[in-house]
């Protein structure tokens, strides 16, 4: 009884908290941060001033693990409670009053500040970058959990002046001391707290303007000059479609985009400023195989559905999630056309459905849904109102949504109520199926693509013929020939290569149009049962994906030619993750004879790709060629219990299963048992508790 009283006393002090805190508006926040790099740390002071609605006896900011040296209360000194999580003021505050309140602070943050390799020889290296979303902004900067608690926020950040500093706003201006730098940046407008973000490096920037007068600022390495423009190709044209197709003004001062090495996801929409990681800093030739121009797109539709407009909970998160995927499935649509938009869509319909047919099926207003849910099943059900309400009243009803709620929360209901207004009809029908519902409607859904599209509708006739007879009655030449589509070729090829004429294949093999051949490339199993020239032809694409399977499968097919594929692509990297080079290394080091003298340079070149300054991309592939063909050295074993640590939650799985792999081997066990005077704390403690 007495741990039940506790509870519900508790319960109701955090509802009094929030209670009180909706009788409070923090309107704005400067804060002075001085990142500490080697040690891991930020210092930071910020103050506050907010307005109290209703009389109220505390306030309270969220606080993860900081030490606070003073706190003044509108200049004075005042008593505080720091619970480790939140930092509360009890005080008599009176309604329709203003108040300022600072706050000095040391924080060291286990998440959301990410400090990358700062310990190793290579300064150019060296990155601090955040992630708010999810991992809290509260763990850097006293501030709100609450999405709902929005702020105008100006940052100024403090750090060694050979670096670039980067943060939400437009840059005010800087400040030299000695060997530091202060750089002021400046918000107009209020934004919630998980969207604030910074980033330091050694970057360079090339400034775009967009149609309507807004700067665009984007960050490379300096290393990566040539691959500025592949990487940020199509920038300007898709803020400038989404400007117009939403038709809302861009909402905030200026737009930033941040390379960062080892990042948690894709990218992240910082207000103004999109963080996104490094693996899509890519030259032209692989532009083909992997572009940033999705994220790029997603990311700043966000700066509208999200930044302007934010969810009041996670109940709502299709609002984010759907809406940005959606635009920038249109943002392609505009650039690559409408094939490859409606058979995008039919992609991601099909792993809905799959998904569905799995018992995996989810409501977009579970807030515990998936992001296959949140996003895909999200874009397809702004696609499919679109549809039933018409382009006018669809446009109409957005930019009433938008400019009603601007930089204010929003819920579902919100949303549908501006549609229903616009369009003046009941969406409860729409609601229930694409909302509520966790199935989606996929016949329907597949039959909008086919009055879209003629190549799917083409597709779509195939699938039916499929299931009346067998394949090898169908005529796969007629719908080869009877469309200029890649998308339906490239399926074609992809799935029913076996059965398509000799003459089709042939003519894949002399044409120029890289994805088709790239089709045709990945589809052939053995090289060998193909003209020999033919095949080898793909070593010539301007395609590392391409490259790399043409490269393996004709080492496969002729060996006494392996000396001469190899000397052919030797030097290639190929993309961020090194795909060609990686292959290539283990290629050379299992030809027998291939530059005898330095198969130990190559294999020390493979092995070293595991270390930490690496991308976890490239030191996954060097993993797993090395646990496939040669085994590893100690120096790859420290380097894998290093990675069971890591920050980004995919690679820390991938590498904590290899390692239970690799404890089940006596050998390798024991080797790691006399490695562990040599690991860090954190490393060591995994090893011993997977042992035990």
């Known amino acids: 009884m007495k741990r039940l009283i506790t509870v519900l006393f508790l319960l109701q002090a955090i509802y009094l908290l ?20 080697k040690e891991g740390y930020v210092k930071g002071s910020v103050t506050y001033t907010f307005d109290v609605l209703q009389d109220v006896d505390s306030v309270f900011l969220d606080a993860k693990n900081m030490k606070f040296t003073v706190i003044r209360l509108n200049d004075r000194i005042v008593k505080h409670a720091n619970s480790g999580k939140s930092i509360s003021i009890k005080k008599k505050f009176k309604g329709g009053k203003s108040y300022k309140l600072e706050l000095d602070y040391t924080a060291r943050p286990e998440q959301t500040v990410y400090f990358i390799n700062w310990n190793d020889d290579q300064p150019d290296n060296d990155q601090i970058w955040t992630q708010g979303q999810g991992k809290y902004t509260s763990h850097w900067l006293p501030s709100f959990d609450d999405m709902t608690e929005k702020v105008e926020f100006d940052l100024n950040l403090t750090f060694d002046k050979n670096y670039e500093v980067i943060a939400n706003g437009k840059l005010v201006g800087t400040k030299e001391t000695d060997s530091l730098k202060t750089w002021s940046f400046d918000m107009k407008e209020p934004m919630s ?14 400034k775009l303007i967009s149609t309507k007068g807004t700067p665009i600022e984007n960050y490379f390495y300096q290393k990566d000059k040539e691959r500025a423009e592949p990487t940020y190709r199509y920038t300007k044209e898709i803020f400038d479609f989404l400007e117009e197709e939403i038709g809302v003004a861009y909402p905030w001062q200026n737009y ?28 032209s030739v692989a532009f083909t195989d992997k572009n940033y121009v999705n994220v790029n797109a997603h990311e700043l539709a966000h700066q509208w559905f999200g930044n302007l407009v934010t969810e009041r909970s996670g109940d709502h998160h299709w609002l984010h999630e759907g809406f940005a995927t959606y635009y920038a499935y249109l943002a392609e649509k505009e650039i690559f056309g409408e094939e490859y938009f409606y058979w995008k869509l039919y992609e991601t319909l099909t792993a809905l459905q799959n998904s569905i047919e799995k018992g995996q099926g989810q409501s977009l207003l579970d807030p515990r849904a998936s992001s296959l849910t949140f996003y895909e099943k999200g874009a397809w059900a702004i696609f499919m109102l679109r549809e039933e309400m018409g382009d006018r009243a669809f446009k109409t009803g957005i930019q009433s949504y938008l400019k009603k709620h601007a930089f204010a929360n929003v819920t579902v209901p919100d949303f549908i109520g501006e549609m229903e207004k616009s369009s003046g009809t009941d969406l409860s029908g729409f609601v229930e199926v694409w909302l509520e519902d966790t199935t989606l409607p996929f016949d329907m859904a597949r039959k909008k693509l086919g009055e879209k599209s003629i190549s799917l509708k083409s597709l779509f006739s195939l699938q039916e013929e499929l299931k009346k007879q067998v394949g090898t009655d169908i005529d796969f030449a007629s719908y080869w ?4 589509s890649i998308e339906l070729r490239k399926y074609l ?10 003459e089709i294949v042939a003519g894949v093999f002399d044409s120029d149009e890289l994805e088709l051949r790239q089709a045709l490339a990945l589809a052939i199993q053995d090289a060998g049962d193909y003209p020999k020239e033919k095949f080898e032809s793909f070593l010539n694409d301007d395609s590392y994906i391409t490259l790399e399977n043409a490269l393996f499968k004709l080492w496969m097919a002729y060996p006494e030619e392996r000396n001469t594929y190899l000397e052919k692509t030797k030097g290639i990297i190929g993309l961020p993750n090194k795909n060609v080079r990686l292959m290539w290394l283990t290629l050379a080091i299992l030809t027998e004879g291939y530059e005898g003298r330095n ?3 190559y294999f020390d070149e493979l092995s070293g790709y595991t270390a930490p300054e690496y991308s976890f991309e490239v030191r996954q592939g060097a993993f797993q060629y090395l646990k496939e063909a040669f085994g590893f050295k100690d120096s790859n074993l420290m380097d894998l219990a290093q990675a069971t640590t890591h920050h980004s939650w995919q690679f820390k799985k991938f590498s904590r299963n290899l390692m239970m792999e690799l404890l089940e081997d006596k050998v390798y066990k024991e080797r790691f048992m006399t490695l562990l005077g040599k690991l860090k704390p954190e490393e060591r403690r995994y090893i011993e508790s997977k042992v035990k």
């Open 493 to 502: 090829l992809q799935n029913f290569l076996q059965a398509m004429p000799g």
């Open 193 to 206: 707290s998980y969207l604030l973000a910074f980033a330091v490096g050694k970057y360079e920037k090339k």
């Open 599 to 601: 198969t130990k340079l």
């Open 18 to 37: 929030a209670q009180h805190q909706d009788k409070v508006d923090f309107m704005h926040g400067e804060a002075q941060i001085f990142p500490l790099a």
């Open 481 to 484: 020939n009877s469309t200029n």
């Open 256 to 283: 930033k985009q941040v390379p960062v090495h080892d990042f948690l996801y894709a990218g992240m929409e910082n207000t103004g400023c999109t963080i996104f990681s490094d693996g899509y800093v890519i030259d």
